[in-house]
């Protein structure tokens, strides 16, 4: 099974500022990587697929890169919405197909 | 509109079963593969179950092999996850999520709001 990590587990950035999250595959999942939005009490949203195309809505302040084993997602200038729970997840490798542990953004 | 909508939680007891719905409307749902992804109380997201659009082909984490299985009724445009032998490990929020295509487990780009499942006496 391809364990994902993900890193720091807790973010704390100012508004405004930049964040970058970083996940980690522990075998090649290529470019079959995606980042989620998750908000408490809701559901996730897709942010990013193939590690850098961004959903449809998703604002260009969120940018994502990577391929192989290390991936990441960069929040260019954060937004008071923004501070939530991310999430990747790889698809390559399945049909177990896991989630990282999560990065939490919250405010500094 | 593109929706998900699950139904079907509750409280069961350790030992008992549940069924669990999805309602999907806005696509053509037997385009599409379906999940299903569950989030304990406090923790992460965990894939459950992946299903191939026509219903041939279907996968479970390892975790619930045996005890969970995972359907489709394309003429009724909905997704079904039968659980059986529950234990409190099961306690979570279920949430239905398309996948992009037709057979392959992929990202998931829509979600439902999830039903809660708790697993108690």
């Known amino acids: 099974e391809t364990v994902m990590t993900q890193s720091p587990g807790t973010l704390s950035v100012s508004p405004g500022e930049?964040?970058?999250?970083?996940?980690?595959?522990?075998?090649?999942?290529?470019?079959?990587?995606?980042?989620?939005?998750?908000?408490p009490g809701q559901a996730p949203r897709l942010l990013m697929y193939d590690a850098s195309t961004r959903a449809t809505g998703i604002p260009a302040r969120f940018s994502g890169s990577g391929s192989g084993t290390e991936f990441t997602l960069t929040i260019s200038s954060l937004q008071p919405e923004d501070f939530?729970?991310?999430?990747?997840?790889?698809?390559?490798?399945?049909?177990?197909?896991?989630?990282?542990?999560?990065?939490?953004?919250?405010?500094? | 509109?593109?929706?998900?909508?699950?139904?079907?939680?509750?409280?069961?007891?350790?030992?008992?079963?549940?069924?669990?719905?999805?309602?999907?409307?806005?696509?053509?749902?037997?385009s599409y593969s379906m999940n299903w992804v569950r989030q304990a109380p406090g923790k992460g997201l965990e894939w459950v179950s992946h299903i191939g659009g026509s219903g041939g082909t279907r996968y479970n984490t390892d975790s619930v092999k045996g005890r969970f299985?995972?359907?489709?009724?394309?003429?009724?445009?909905?997704?079904?996850?039968q659980m059986n032998s529950l234990g409190a490990e099961d306690t979570a929020v279920y949430y239905c999520a398309r996948s992009t295509s037709p057979l392959y487990y992929t990202y998931m780009d829509v979600w439902g709001k999830g039903t809660t499942v708790t697993v108690s006496s």
Do not use: H, M
């Not at chain 2, 929706?3 to 079963?17: F, I, N, T, Y």
């Open chain 1, 84 to 108: 939530a729970l991310y999430y990747c997840q790889q698809y390559y490798n399945w049909p177990s197909g896991p989630f990282g542990g999560g990065t939490k953004v919250e405010i500094k």
């Open chain 2, 1 to 30: 509109e593109v929706q998900l909508v699950e139904s079907g939680g509750g409280l069961v007891q350790p030992g008992g079963s549940l069924r669990l719905s999805c309602a999907a409307s806005g696509f053509t749902f037997s």
């Open chain 1, 18 to 39: 930049r964040a970058t999250l970083s996940c980690r595959a522990s075998q090649s999942v290529g470019t079959s990587l995606a980042w989620y939005q998750q908000k």
């Open chain 2, 69 to 81: 299985t995972v359907s489709r009724d394309n003429a009724k445009n909905s997704l079904y996850l």
